[in-house]
């Protein structure tokens, strides 16, 4: 392992405190000279051709910038959406990505679109590579095209914690066969937060899921009502334990094949149902909204939010709290007049002291409209992979990781 840099150590008590067993990092290798494939999340939002949010580019950037300052050959592979694999299609190509890198870095990044065979690039230079999920075998993780990817490579850095939960050729094969792999900076910063949050965190630990259905987090549900102090439910969930509980939901979106379920979770003691909704008689942004109690919603009506009694509660048990994990609104927050819940407790998770970590689309979209982003001790780039951690499950593309830095000791 010549790469490695001779005083190069992995933090063991982060390692401890995150759950994680030895990890060898980017920053314990030695890049100078060396062809360095470095796999990012750069599944960006696009329309017409051009991106619409670059914060998954931005998010990369330090790592791009540490490997081309250390005088790396760096090659970048991503994905974006979901084309039909072994099939070029224009609306997912990464060109466009390359252009938005160049003008973020301020170097220029070279795009490829043939280059599993090999790719000239001088030390401190970049290259971005086509959609890896135009590739036959990308996700079926097939051994020869994660041969061919790992012989591009004398480092593999997995920096895409959003991808981690996936074992494909550019996150997992990849990695199996390469000289080195390593985390990147990003993936190890993910995996230190949400250790900090689950594997031993300060209590209280207080969780808030929102979403639509119980059938689509039962998992999530299960695994935190184990661990948690508190555990809010929001949005369709909550409609679905109101229910269980014996309150008349008129017409709200409910999974009643979840019923018994969730009346097993409420046995638990660790779930506060709301004292306060509010409704509406349709799903529509005009809309009125009206705060009823929890027992006084009508057969026509719809559980839109949480109401004002009951986000004062809950904004108490986060004030308490010395952990928050949040992923998911607690109503309609995308209309105004249904985002008063989402809106009081994404302050008082800003306000707390408590270490928090926020992570899903609907919750990043919620920090961002309620301005406290920059309040929120850690806001995780992934979606999936974020789910599954808070779940319990592996990461196959990190427990890969493990295993190349255990075998090589």
Known sequence: MGVLESNARHDSRANERAGLSFMLKMSDVALAGKRVVIREDFNVPMHDGRITDDSRLRAALPTINAAVSAGAKVMLLSHLGRPTEGKFDPRYSLEPVAQALSDLLGLPVRFESDWTDGVESPAGGVVLCENVRFLTGEKANDENLSLRLAALADVFVNDAFATAHRAQSSTYGIAEFAPVACAGPLLAAELEALGAALC??????????????????????????????????????????????????????????????????????????????????????????????????????????????????????????????????????????????????????????????????????????????????????????????????????????????????
């Open 200 to 409: 031993d965190p300060a209590r209280p630990l207080v969780a808030i899921v929102g979403g639509a259905k119980v059938s689509t987090k039962l998992s999530l549900l299960e695994s935190l009502s184990e661990k948690v102090d508190q555990l809010i439910v929001g949005g369709g969930i909550a409609n679905t334990f109101l229910k269980a509980a014996g309150f008349n939901i008129g017409k709200s979106l409910c999974e009643d094949s979840m019923l018994a379920t969730a009346a097993r979770l409420l046995d638990r003691g660790c779930i506060p149902l709301p004292s306060d909704l509010v409704c509406g008689k349709s799903f529509d942004p005009n809309t009125p909204a009206r705060v009823v109690a929890s027992d006084g919603v009508g057969d026509d009506d719809m559980i839109m939010d949480i109401g004002p009694q009951s986000a004062a509660k809950f904004a108490e048990y986060l004030k308490a709290a010395c952990t928050i994990v949040w992923n998911g609104p607690l109503g309609v927050f995308e209309f105004d007049q249904f985002a008063n819940g989402t809106k009081v407790l994404a302050e008082a998770i800003a306000e707390s002291c408590a270490y928090s970590i926020a992570g899903g689309g609907d919750t990043t979209a919620a920090t961002t409209k309620f301005n406290v982003a920059d309040r929120i001790s850690y806001i995780s780039t992934g979606g999936g992979a974020f789910l599954e951690f808070l779940e319990g499950k592996t990461l196959p593309a990190v427990v890969i990781l493990e295993q190349r830095a255990s075998a090589a000791n």
